[in-house]
């Protein structure tokens, strides 16, 4: 079993940053992905970014250039740097964790909010 635990969400206006983390527990294989997901009111979870144990990324084109996805494989923690937010960014984040034996693990979600 994996567990995930986000932090970092909140309140920012438009134009703003914000961090968010992921911190995994448990059963971690060395070659696995782990990356973010959102959810807006009334819209299907899509991909934000994803980074590979080799640290190869891949970026949903709405945040090219203004996210960035990184990772400390030693401690097992993924982090989402977000800048010049938008309202559309708004949704919560969920962080995910993949490996090719067992399948996804979900976080249970950080609440975003981009004010306009």
């Known amino acids: 079993q994996v567990q995930l635990v986000e932090s970092g969400g909140g309140l920012v206006q438009a134009g703003g940053s914000l961090r968010l983390s992921c911190a995994a527990s448990?059963?971690?294989?060395?070659?696995?992905?782990m990356g973010w997901y959102r959810q807006a009111p009334g819209k299907q979870r899509e991909l934000v970014a994803k980074?590979?144990?080799?640290?190869?990324?891949n970026y949903a084109d709405s945040v090219k250039g203004r996210f960035t996805i990184s990772r400390d494989s030693a401690k097992n923690t993924v982090y989402l740097q977000m800048s010049s937010l938008k309202p559309e960014d708004t949704g919560v984040y969920y962080c995910n964790y993949l490996d090719r034996i067992r399948g996804d693990y979900w976080g249970k979600g950080t609440l975003v909010t981009v004010s306009s």
């Open positions: 980074i590979t144990s080799s640290s190869s990324t």
């Open positions: 448990g059963s971690i294989f060395s070659i696995n992905a």
